[in-house]
Protein backbone atom coordinates (compact mmCIF):
# COMPACT_ATOMS: atom_id res chain seq x y z
CA UNK A 1 0.00 0.00 0.00
CA UNK A 2 1.11 3.65 -0.80
CA UNK A 3 3.04 5.31 2.05
CA UNK A 4 0.03 8.25 2.10
CA UNK A 5 -2.42 5.60 2.62
CA UNK A 6 -0.61 4.45 5.26
CA UNK A 7 0.01 7.56 7.22
CA UNK A 8 -3.84 7.93 7.36
CA UNK A 9 -5.01 4.75 8.80
CA UNK A 10 -7.19 4.66 11.32
CA UNK A 11 -4.81 4.92 14.21
CA UNK A 12 -3.29 8.32 13.38
CA UNK A 13 -5.25 11.71 13.77
CA UNK A 14 -5.38 13.85 10.99
CA UNK A 15 -7.53 17.03 9.49
CA UNK A 16 -9.08 17.38 6.38
CA UNK A 17 -10.65 19.97 4.41
CA UNK A 18 -13.48 19.42 1.79
CA UNK A 19 -12.87 21.54 -1.64
CA UNK A 20 -13.50 20.24 -5.08
CA UNK A 21 -11.25 21.89 -7.58
CA UNK A 22 -13.74 23.50 -9.32
CA UNK A 23 -13.86 25.45 -6.53
CA UNK A 24 -10.82 26.49 -6.18
CA UNK A 25 -10.07 30.70 -7.71
CA UNK A 26 -8.43 31.28 -11.15
CA UNK A 27 -8.85 33.56 -14.46
CA UNK A 28 -10.76 30.50 -16.07
CA UNK A 29 -14.02 30.58 -15.33
CA UNK A 30 -13.56 27.34 -13.02
CA UNK A 31 -10.98 25.82 -11.08
CA UNK A 32 -8.57 23.99 -12.44
CA UNK A 33 -5.31 22.03 -12.18
CA UNK A 34 -2.82 24.52 -12.54
CA UNK A 35 -0.75 26.71 -10.12
CA UNK A 36 -3.58 27.65 -8.03
CA UNK A 37 -4.11 24.15 -7.11
CA UNK A 38 -0.70 23.70 -6.23
CA UNK A 39 -1.27 27.06 -4.01
CA UNK A 40 -3.84 25.81 -2.47
CA UNK A 41 -2.10 22.58 -1.67
CA UNK A 42 0.75 24.51 0.05
CA UNK A 43 -2.04 26.50 1.89
CA UNK A 44 -2.94 23.16 3.94
CA UNK A 45 0.38 22.15 4.39
CA UNK A 46 0.83 25.12 6.40
CA UNK A 47 -2.30 24.79 8.08
CA UNK A 48 -1.28 21.22 9.43
CA UNK A 49 -4.14 19.71 6.54
CA UNK A 50 -3.27 16.63 5.49
CA UNK A 51 -6.48 15.23 3.36
CA UNK A 52 -7.78 16.79 0.68
CA UNK A 53 -11.31 15.83 0.20
CA UNK A 54 -12.31 16.13 -3.60
CA UNK A 55 -15.49 15.04 -5.19
CA UNK A 56 -15.97 12.82 -8.26
CA UNK A 57 -13.65 13.75 -11.01
CA UNK A 58 -15.54 12.69 -13.91
CA UNK A 59 -16.48 15.24 -17.04
CA UNK A 60 -19.55 16.30 -16.00
CA UNK A 61 -23.59 16.05 -18.17
CA UNK A 62 -27.01 17.96 -17.67
CA UNK A 63 -27.13 19.61 -14.04
CA UNK A 64 -23.15 19.71 -14.17
CA UNK A 65 -23.37 17.37 -10.84
CA UNK A 66 -19.68 15.55 -10.37
CA UNK A 67 -22.71 12.56 -9.45
CA UNK A 68 -23.51 12.22 -13.01
CA UNK A 69 -20.59 11.84 -14.88
CA UNK A 70 -20.98 10.68 -17.90
CA UNK A 71 -18.07 8.49 -17.71
CA UNK A 72 -16.87 6.94 -14.00
CA UNK A 73 -12.97 6.28 -15.69
CA UNK A 74 -12.78 9.32 -17.97
CA UNK A 75 -11.67 12.84 -16.39
CA UNK A 76 -13.46 15.96 -16.75
CA UNK A 77 -11.69 18.61 -19.12
CA UNK A 78 -13.48 21.62 -17.26
CA UNK A 79 -10.13 20.56 -14.81
CA UNK A 80 -7.49 21.04 -17.38
CA UNK A 81 -5.26 23.98 -16.94
CA UNK A 82 -5.09 26.15 -19.81
CA UNK A 83 -1.61 27.77 -18.41
CA UNK A 84 0.06 24.20 -18.21
CA UNK A 85 -0.72 23.47 -21.88
CA UNK A 86 1.36 26.37 -22.57
CA UNK A 87 3.95 25.69 -20.02
CA UNK A 88 4.42 22.13 -22.16
CA UNK A 89 4.56 23.83 -24.94
CA UNK A 90 0.89 22.52 -26.29
CA UNK A 91 -0.85 25.66 -26.55
CA UNK A 92 0.93 29.36 -27.94
CA UNK A 93 0.82 32.16 -25.28
CA UNK A 94 -1.40 34.29 -27.65
CA UNK A 95 -4.04 31.96 -26.80
CA UNK A 96 -4.73 33.33 -23.74
CA UNK A 97 -4.43 36.74 -24.29
CA UNK A 98 -7.66 37.73 -24.35
CA UNK A 99 -10.00 35.38 -22.04
CA UNK A 100 -14.04 35.90 -21.46
CA UNK A 101 -15.19 37.68 -18.70
CA UNK A 102 -15.92 35.06 -16.29
CA UNK A 103 -17.70 35.85 -12.98
CA UNK A 104 -15.46 34.94 -9.71
CA UNK A 105 -17.42 33.79 -7.31
CA UNK A 106 -19.76 31.37 -9.26
CA UNK A 107 -18.87 28.78 -12.29
CA UNK A 108 -20.58 29.38 -15.75
CA UNK A 109 -20.03 26.32 -16.83
CA UNK A 110 -21.55 26.62 -20.17
CA UNK A 111 -19.02 29.55 -20.96
CA UNK A 112 -16.46 28.04 -19.28
CA UNK A 113 -16.86 24.28 -20.75
CA UNK A 114 -17.13 26.72 -24.39
CA UNK A 115 -13.52 28.26 -23.40
CA UNK A 116 -12.24 24.86 -22.42
CA UNK A 117 -13.07 23.22 -25.22
CA UNK A 118 -11.64 26.07 -28.01
CA UNK A 119 -8.37 25.71 -25.88
CA UNK A 120 -8.25 22.28 -26.58
CA UNK A 121 -8.78 21.89 -29.95
CA UNK A 122 -6.59 24.46 -30.86
CA UNK A 123 -3.71 22.52 -28.65
CA UNK A 124 -5.04 18.78 -30.92
CA UNK A 125 -4.90 20.75 -33.64
CA UNK A 126 -1.23 21.46 -32.98
CA UNK A 127 -0.27 17.84 -31.51
CA UNK A 128 -2.10 16.36 -34.39
CA UNK A 129 -0.01 17.89 -37.29
CA UNK A 130 3.34 17.43 -35.15
CA UNK A 131 3.73 21.47 -35.45
CA UNK A 132 6.62 21.49 -32.99
CA UNK A 133 8.87 19.55 -30.97
CA UNK A 134 6.94 19.46 -28.00
CA UNK A 135 3.72 18.85 -30.28
CA UNK A 136 5.32 15.49 -31.80
CA UNK A 137 6.29 13.93 -28.34
CA UNK A 138 2.99 14.94 -27.24
CA UNK A 139 1.54 13.28 -29.75
CA UNK A 140 3.61 9.69 -29.31
CA UNK A 141 3.11 9.76 -25.37
CA UNK A 142 -0.71 10.21 -25.68
CA UNK A 143 -0.76 7.17 -27.98
CA UNK A 144 0.88 4.81 -26.31
CA UNK A 145 -0.47 5.95 -22.98
CA UNK A 146 -4.15 4.90 -24.23
CA UNK A 147 -3.10 1.99 -25.68
CA UNK A 148 -1.33 0.47 -22.19
CA UNK A 149 -3.62 -2.59 -21.36
CA UNK A 150 -5.64 -1.66 -18.22
CA UNK A 151 -6.49 1.90 -19.85
CA UNK A 152 -7.30 0.70 -23.35
CA UNK A 153 -10.40 -1.21 -21.50
CA UNK A 154 -11.96 1.94 -20.99
CA UNK A 155 -10.54 4.57 -23.61
CA UNK A 156 -12.17 2.63 -26.59
CA UNK A 157 -15.07 2.91 -24.95
CA UNK A 158 -15.23 5.86 -23.83
CA UNK A 159 -14.06 7.79 -27.09
CA UNK A 160 -16.22 6.22 -29.21
CA UNK A 161 -19.11 7.01 -26.37
CA UNK A 162 -18.03 10.88 -26.64
CA UNK A 163 -17.68 11.24 -30.59
CA UNK A 164 -21.26 9.34 -30.89
CA UNK A 165 -22.72 11.68 -28.27
CA UNK A 166 -21.21 14.58 -30.10
CA UNK A 167 -22.41 13.61 -33.41
CA UNK A 168 -25.75 13.52 -32.10
CA UNK A 169 -25.67 16.96 -30.35
CA UNK A 170 -25.33 15.82 -26.62
CA UNK A 171 -28.56 13.43 -26.77
CA UNK A 172 -28.49 10.57 -24.63
CA UNK A 173 -27.66 7.23 -26.20
CA UNK A 174 -31.13 5.76 -25.38
CA UNK A 175 -32.20 8.39 -28.12
CA UNK A 176 -29.42 7.33 -30.77
CA UNK A 177 -30.37 5.11 -33.27
CA UNK A 178 -31.08 1.31 -32.70
CA UNK A 179 -28.25 -0.13 -34.12
CA UNK A 180 -26.24 2.23 -31.69
CA UNK A 181 -28.18 2.39 -28.99
CA UNK A 182 -27.47 -1.48 -28.70
CA UNK A 183 -24.13 -1.94 -29.79
CA UNK A 184 -24.95 -3.73 -32.75
CA UNK A 185 -21.59 -4.99 -34.42
CA UNK A 186 -21.79 -3.62 -37.44
CA UNK A 187 -23.10 -0.29 -36.09
CA UNK A 188 -20.13 -0.14 -33.94
CA UNK A 189 -17.15 -0.58 -36.30
CA UNK A 190 -18.82 1.77 -38.92
CA UNK A 191 -18.82 4.28 -36.50
CA UNK A 192 -15.40 3.53 -34.84
CA UNK A 193 -14.48 3.77 -38.59
CA UNK A 194 -16.20 7.25 -39.45
CA UNK A 195 -15.68 8.84 -36.52
CA UNK A 196 -11.09 7.79 -35.80
CA UNK A 197 -10.48 11.71 -36.12
CA UNK A 198 -12.92 12.91 -33.08
CA UNK A 199 -12.06 9.49 -31.01
CA UNK A 200 -8.23 10.48 -31.17
CA UNK A 201 -9.00 13.70 -30.11
CA UNK A 202 -10.96 12.76 -26.83
CA UNK A 203 -8.26 10.29 -26.15
CA UNK A 204 -5.81 13.35 -26.26
CA UNK A 205 -7.84 15.15 -23.70
CA UNK A 206 -7.94 12.40 -21.44
CA UNK A 207 -4.00 11.92 -21.43
CA UNK A 208 -3.98 15.81 -20.92
CA UNK A 209 -6.10 15.32 -18.12
CA UNK A 210 -4.54 11.99 -16.54
CA UNK A 211 -1.21 14.19 -16.95
CA UNK A 212 -1.81 17.32 -15.14
CA UNK A 213 -3.59 15.10 -12.51
CA UNK A 214 -0.48 12.91 -11.46
CA UNK A 215 1.47 16.44 -11.09
CA UNK A 216 -1.11 17.84 -8.52
CA UNK A 217 -1.42 14.41 -6.94
CA UNK A 218 2.36 14.51 -6.88
CA UNK A 219 2.29 17.80 -5.37
CA UNK A 220 0.17 16.83 -2.23
CA UNK A 221 2.16 13.35 -1.41
CA UNK A 222 5.25 15.96 -1.53
CA UNK A 223 3.62 18.34 0.98
CA UNK A 224 2.14 14.79 2.65
CA UNK A 225 -1.54 15.28 2.08
CA UNK A 226 -3.31 12.70 0.96
CA UNK A 227 -6.81 13.21 -1.26
CA UNK A 228 -9.69 11.76 -0.45
CA UNK A 229 -11.59 10.77 -3.52
CA UNK A 230 -15.69 10.11 -3.81
CA UNK A 231 -17.00 7.08 -5.54
CA UNK A 232 -20.37 7.53 -6.43
CA UNK A 233 -22.19 4.30 -6.44
CA UNK A 234 -24.06 4.41 -9.40
CA UNK A 235 -23.09 5.94 -12.81
CA UNK A 236 -25.25 8.20 -14.62
CA UNK A 237 -27.92 6.46 -16.85
CA UNK A 238 -26.52 8.53 -19.78
CA UNK A 239 -23.23 7.33 -19.81
CA UNK A 240 -20.36 5.13 -21.63
CA UNK A 241 -20.45 2.43 -19.18
CA UNK A 242 -24.02 2.37 -19.13
CA UNK A 243 -23.75 2.07 -22.82
CA UNK A 244 -21.19 -0.46 -22.71
CA UNK A 245 -22.56 -2.78 -20.04
CA UNK A 246 -26.27 -2.26 -19.70
CA UNK A 247 -26.20 -5.94 -19.23
CA UNK A 248 -25.62 -5.42 -15.32
CA UNK A 249 -28.34 -3.12 -14.77
CA UNK A 250 -32.11 -3.32 -14.28
CA UNK A 251 -33.25 -2.75 -18.40
CA UNK A 252 -35.57 -5.05 -20.13
CA UNK A 253 -35.57 -6.52 -23.05
CA UNK A 254 -36.45 -3.34 -25.39
CA UNK A 255 -33.44 -1.84 -24.18
CA UNK A 256 -35.00 1.03 -21.66
CA UNK A 257 -34.28 0.56 -17.91
CA UNK A 258 -36.74 -0.52 -16.14
CA UNK A 259 -36.46 0.78 -12.80
CA UNK A 260 -33.93 3.63 -11.52
CA UNK A 261 -32.21 4.80 -8.44
CA UNK A 262 -33.59 7.12 -6.03
CA UNK A 263 -34.09 7.19 -1.60
CA UNK A 264 -37.08 7.54 0.41
CA UNK A 265 -38.18 9.95 2.40
CA UNK A 266 -35.21 11.63 4.22
CA UNK A 267 -33.76 14.93 5.95
CA UNK A 268 -33.34 16.53 2.37
CA UNK A 269 -36.72 15.89 0.68
CA UNK A 270 -39.98 14.63 2.52
CA UNK A 271 -40.97 13.23 -1.23
CA UNK A 272 -37.20 11.01 -1.47
CA UNK A 273 -34.86 11.71 -3.92
CA UNK A 274 -35.57 10.43 -7.24
CA UNK A 275 -31.79 9.70 -8.79
CA UNK A 276 -32.54 8.21 -11.85
CA UNK A 277 -29.51 6.36 -11.88
CA UNK A 278 -29.67 2.55 -13.05
CA UNK A 279 -29.93 -0.22 -10.48
CA UNK A 280 -27.11 -2.96 -10.92
CA UNK A 281 -28.16 -6.74 -11.41
CA UNK A 282 -25.90 -7.78 -8.61
CA UNK A 283 -26.23 -11.05 -9.75
CA UNK A 284 -24.35 -10.65 -12.55
CA UNK A 285 -22.18 -8.47 -11.18
CA UNK A 286 -21.18 -11.51 -8.90
CA UNK A 287 -21.65 -13.89 -11.27
CA UNK A 288 -18.62 -12.28 -13.10
CA UNK A 289 -16.78 -11.77 -9.74
CA UNK A 290 -17.08 -8.29 -9.37
CA UNK A 291 -14.56 -7.53 -11.96
CA UNK A 292 -16.03 -4.23 -13.85
CA UNK A 293 -16.47 -2.85 -10.07
CA UNK A 294 -12.85 -3.81 -9.08
CA UNK A 295 -11.34 -2.44 -12.22
CA UNK A 296 -13.53 0.74 -11.75
CA UNK A 297 -11.97 0.95 -7.80
CA UNK A 298 -8.37 0.08 -9.34
CA UNK A 299 -8.73 3.26 -11.34
CA UNK A 300 -10.01 5.39 -8.90
CA UNK A 301 -7.09 4.38 -6.73
CA UNK A 302 -4.92 5.60 -9.15
CA UNK A 303 -6.11 9.13 -8.93
CA UNK A 304 -6.73 9.13 -5.31
CA UNK A 305 -4.97 7.98 -2.26
CA UNK A 306 -8.15 6.89 -0.42
CA UNK A 307 -12.00 6.93 -1.55
CA UNK A 308 -15.19 7.81 0.02
CA UNK A 309 -17.58 5.19 -0.98
CA UNK A 310 -20.93 7.13 -1.97
CA UNK A 311 -24.50 5.82 -0.75
CA UNK A 312 -23.21 2.60 1.34
CA UNK A 313 -26.35 1.82 1.92
CA UNK A 314 -26.77 0.50 -1.68
CA UNK A 315 -24.63 -2.03 -1.16
CA UNK A 316 -26.59 -3.96 1.87
CA UNK A 317 -29.99 -2.33 0.25
CA UNK A 318 -31.19 -0.17 -2.39
CA UNK A 319 -34.69 1.81 -3.27
CA UNK A 320 -35.75 0.84 -6.61
CA UNK A 321 -38.18 3.33 -8.05
CA UNK A 322 -40.24 2.08 -11.51
CA UNK A 323 -39.26 3.47 -14.66
CA UNK A 324 -41.30 6.99 -15.49
CA UNK A 325 -42.51 6.96 -11.50
CA UNK A 326 -42.61 11.36 -10.74
CA UNK A 327 -41.80 10.87 -7.18
CA UNK A 328 -38.95 8.00 -5.13
CA UNK A 329 -42.08 7.23 -2.77
CA UNK A 330 -43.22 4.53 -5.20
CA UNK A 331 -40.20 2.52 -4.65
CA UNK A 332 -38.68 -0.29 -2.34
CA UNK A 333 -36.14 -1.73 -1.03
CA UNK A 334 -34.48 -4.67 -3.11
CA UNK A 335 -31.37 -6.59 -1.69
CA UNK A 336 -27.45 -5.28 -2.44
CA UNK A 337 -24.33 -7.75 -2.67
CA UNK A 338 -23.55 -7.59 0.91
CA UNK A 339 -20.06 -8.76 2.39
CA UNK A 340 -19.57 -10.96 -1.19
CA UNK A 341 -19.07 -7.79 -3.14
CA UNK A 342 -15.89 -6.62 0.29
CA UNK A 343 -14.41 -9.67 0.18
CA UNK A 344 -13.82 -9.65 -3.52
CA UNK A 345 -12.55 -6.35 -3.34
CA UNK A 346 -10.15 -6.93 -0.81
CA UNK A 347 -8.78 -10.32 -2.11
CA UNK A 348 -8.15 -7.95 -5.49
CA UNK A 349 -6.68 -4.72 -3.30
CA UNK A 350 -5.42 -6.67 -0.59
CA UNK A 351 -7.17 -3.68 1.60
CA UNK A 352 -9.99 -1.37 1.72
CA UNK A 353 -9.06 1.96 1.86
CA UNK A 354 -12.39 2.70 1.59
CA UNK A 355 -14.50 5.67 3.96
CA UNK A 356 -18.60 4.30 3.98
CA UNK A 357 -20.70 7.57 3.51
CA UNK A 358 -23.33 5.78 5.64
CA UNK A 359 -25.93 8.05 6.12
CA UNK A 360 -29.55 8.25 5.19
CA UNK A 361 -31.89 5.82 5.91
CA UNK A 362 -29.95 3.38 7.93
CA UNK A 363 -31.05 -0.14 8.99
CA UNK A 364 -29.72 -3.43 10.81
CA UNK A 365 -28.52 -4.45 7.62
CA UNK A 366 -26.62 -1.56 7.34
CA UNK A 367 -24.84 -1.07 9.88
CA UNK A 368 -24.16 -4.95 10.10
CA UNK A 369 -22.31 -4.37 6.76
CA UNK A 370 -20.77 -1.52 8.41
CA UNK A 371 -19.26 -3.47 11.01
CA UNK A 372 -18.58 -6.92 9.05
CA UNK A 373 -16.84 -4.48 6.08
CA UNK A 374 -14.24 -2.93 8.66
CA UNK A 375 -15.11 0.13 6.85
CA UNK A 376 -14.93 3.55 8.74
CA UNK A 377 -18.50 5.57 8.29
CA UNK A 378 -19.54 9.33 8.79
CA UNK A 379 -20.48 11.55 11.27
CA UNK A 380 -22.03 14.83 10.53
CA UNK A 381 -22.61 17.23 13.29
CA UNK A 382 -25.32 18.76 11.75
CA UNK A 383 -27.37 15.66 12.14
CA UNK A 384 -26.80 15.07 15.64
CA UNK A 385 -26.31 18.58 17.64
CA UNK A 386 -30.08 18.36 18.52
CA UNK A 387 -30.18 14.71 19.57
CA UNK A 388 -28.22 14.16 22.22
CA UNK A 389 -28.60 9.91 21.45
CA UNK A 390 -27.59 10.40 17.76
CA UNK A 391 -24.71 8.62 16.39
CA UNK A 392 -23.96 12.07 14.76
CA UNK A 393 -24.09 14.01 18.31
CA UNK A 394 -20.03 14.94 18.92
CA UNK A 395 -20.12 13.00 22.19
CA UNK A 396 -21.04 10.09 20.55
CA UNK A 397 -18.74 9.51 18.33
CA UNK A 398 -15.99 6.78 18.22
CA UNK A 399 -12.36 6.55 17.10
CA UNK A 400 -13.51 4.76 13.79
CA UNK A 401 -15.30 7.07 12.05
CA UNK A 402 -14.74 10.32 9.98
CA UNK A 403 -16.09 13.34 11.86
CA UNK A 404 -17.64 16.27 9.56
CA UNK A 405 -19.53 19.54 10.23
CA UNK A 406 -21.49 19.27 7.27
CA UNK A 407 -21.33 17.37 3.34
CA UNK A 408 -21.21 18.51 0.09
CA UNK A 409 -25.25 18.34 0.32
CA UNK A 410 -25.80 20.35 3.59
CA UNK A 411 -26.27 23.80 4.04
CA UNK A 412 -22.97 25.63 5.59
CA UNK A 413 -22.58 25.43 9.34
CA UNK A 414 -23.11 29.19 9.75
CA UNK A 415 -26.51 29.31 7.11
CA UNK A 416 -28.26 25.90 9.22
CA UNK A 417 -27.90 27.49 11.98
CA UNK A 418 -29.80 30.33 11.13
CA UNK A 419 -32.73 28.34 9.84
CA UNK A 420 -33.61 27.14 13.68
CA UNK A 421 -36.10 27.91 15.71
CA UNK A 422 -34.80 29.75 19.02
CA UNK A 423 -35.48 26.82 21.16
CA UNK A 424 -33.09 24.32 18.91
CA UNK A 425 -30.40 27.40 18.70
CA UNK A 426 -30.34 27.02 22.70
CA UNK A 427 -29.71 23.08 22.01
CA UNK A 428 -27.27 23.75 19.68
CA UNK A 429 -25.22 26.38 21.65
CA UNK A 430 -25.33 24.19 24.68
CA UNK A 431 -24.50 20.76 22.56
CA UNK A 432 -21.48 22.89 21.63
CA UNK A 433 -20.54 24.63 24.75
CA UNK A 434 -21.33 28.14 23.15
CA UNK A 435 -23.13 30.81 23.46
CA UNK A 436 -25.42 32.23 20.63
CA UNK A 437 -21.69 33.57 19.20
CA UNK A 438 -18.91 31.81 17.48
CA UNK A 439 -20.84 28.73 16.91
CA UNK A 440 -19.48 27.84 13.51
CA UNK A 441 -15.90 28.05 15.42
CA UNK A 442 -17.36 25.90 18.20
CA UNK A 443 -18.36 23.00 15.38
CA UNK A 444 -15.20 23.14 13.98
CA UNK A 445 -13.45 23.05 16.89
CA UNK A 446 -16.08 19.97 18.17
CA UNK A 447 -15.04 18.01 15.12
CA UNK A 448 -11.23 18.59 15.66
CA UNK A 449 -11.54 17.57 19.72
CA UNK A 450 -13.47 14.50 18.57
CA UNK A 451 -12.17 11.33 19.15
CA UNK A 452 -12.74 10.47 15.26
CA UNK A 453 -9.54 9.59 13.40
CA UNK A 454 -10.37 11.57 11.01
CA UNK A 455 -12.07 15.32 10.67
CA UNK A 456 -12.96 17.12 8.04
CA UNK A 457 -14.46 20.76 7.21
CA UNK A 458 -15.99 22.13 3.95
CA UNK A 459 -13.91 25.45 3.21
CA UNK A 460 -17.42 27.23 3.44
CA UNK A 461 -17.58 26.30 6.87
CA UNK A 462 -14.16 27.40 7.33
CA UNK A 463 -14.87 30.84 5.83
CA UNK A 464 -18.25 31.23 8.17
CA UNK A 465 -20.31 31.43 4.92
CA UNK A 466 -23.96 31.65 4.68
CA UNK A 467 -26.34 29.57 2.47
CA UNK A 468 -25.41 31.39 -0.16
CA UNK A 469 -22.58 30.10 -0.62
CA UNK A 470 -23.31 25.94 -0.28
CA UNK A 471 -22.32 23.76 -3.18
CA UNK A 472 -25.65 22.08 -3.63
CA UNK A 473 -28.62 21.61 -2.58
CA UNK A 474 -30.74 18.10 -3.30
CA UNK A 475 -33.48 18.28 -5.52
CA UNK A 476 -33.10 22.16 -6.48
CA UNK A 477 -32.79 22.08 -10.34
CA UNK A 478 -30.41 24.19 -10.82
CA UNK A 479 -27.69 26.82 -9.40
CA UNK A 480 -25.96 23.64 -8.13
CA UNK A 481 -22.13 22.76 -7.53
CA UNK A 482 -21.25 26.79 -9.15
CA UNK A 483 -19.40 28.12 -5.62
CA UNK A 484 -15.96 29.30 -5.99
CA UNK A 485 -13.31 30.12 -3.26
CA UNK A 486 -12.91 34.24 -3.67
CA UNK A 487 -9.20 34.71 -3.89
CA UNK A 488 -7.05 35.48 -0.48
CA UNK A 489 -9.91 34.39 1.24
CA UNK A 490 -8.03 30.93 2.50
CA UNK A 491 -5.47 33.52 4.33
CA UNK A 492 -2.15 32.72 6.13
CA UNK A 493 -4.59 34.33 9.10
CA UNK A 494 -6.81 31.82 8.47
CA UNK A 495 -4.09 28.76 7.98
CA UNK A 496 -2.24 30.34 11.21
CA UNK A 497 -5.47 29.97 13.08
CA UNK A 498 -6.24 26.44 11.96
CA UNK A 499 -2.80 25.25 12.49
CA UNK A 500 -2.87 26.03 16.54
CA UNK A 501 -6.18 24.12 16.80
CA UNK A 502 -5.12 21.18 14.56
CA UNK A 503 -1.74 21.17 16.83
CA UNK A 504 -4.14 21.43 20.14
CA UNK A 505 -5.83 18.53 19.07
CA UNK A 506 -2.84 16.59 18.21
CA UNK A 507 -4.08 16.44 14.17
CA UNK A 508 -1.26 18.30 12.62
CA UNK A 509 1.95 16.94 11.65
CA UNK A 510 5.24 18.62 14.21
CA UNK A 511 6.08 20.83 11.37
CA UNK A 512 5.38 21.05 7.26
CA UNK A 513 7.40 18.50 5.59
CA UNK A 514 10.34 20.56 3.93
CA UNK A 515 10.75 19.92 0.19
CA UNK A 516 13.30 20.75 -2.22
CA UNK A 517 13.22 24.27 -4.09
CA UNK A 518 9.50 24.41 -2.28
CA UNK A 519 8.01 28.16 -2.24
CA UNK A 520 6.92 29.75 0.97
CA UNK A 521 2.96 29.97 0.93
CA UNK A 522 1.44 32.81 -0.60
Known sequence: MPSSRRAHAPNARRAGILLHPTSLPGRHGVG??????????????????????????????????????????????????????????????????????????RVDFATARAWKETLLRHAWDGVRRGATAAARAAREEASAWAQEPARAAWMDDWTLYAALRERHGGASWLAWDPPLAQREPGALEAASRALAPARAYHAFVQWV????????????????????????????????????????????????PTSV????????????????????RWDR???????????????????????????????????????????????????????????????????????????????????????DSGL???????FGLLDPKSPHHPRRHIAHCVAYTGTHDNDTMRGWYRTLRPKERKAVCAALGVGGRGVVNAAIRAVMESPAYLSIVPMQDLLNLGSQDRMNTPAKPNGNWAWRLPAGAWSPRRRRGLRKLLEATRRAPAAPPARRGARAPS
Open 261 to 280: AGVPPDYFSATGQLWGNPLY
Open 32 to 105: DMGEEAIRFLDGLASAGISIWQVLPLGPTGLGNSPYSAVSIFAGNPLLISPERLVADGLLAPASLEVIPGFPED
Open 285 to 371: CKAEGFAWWISRVKAALEACDLLRLDHFRGFASAWAVPAGAKTAIEGRWIPGPGMSFFRALRASLGGLPLIAEDLGDIDHGVETLLR
Open 209 to 256: FARQWAAVHRAARERGIAILGDLPIYPAMDSAEVWVRHDLFHFGEDGL
Open 376 to 382: PGMRVLQ
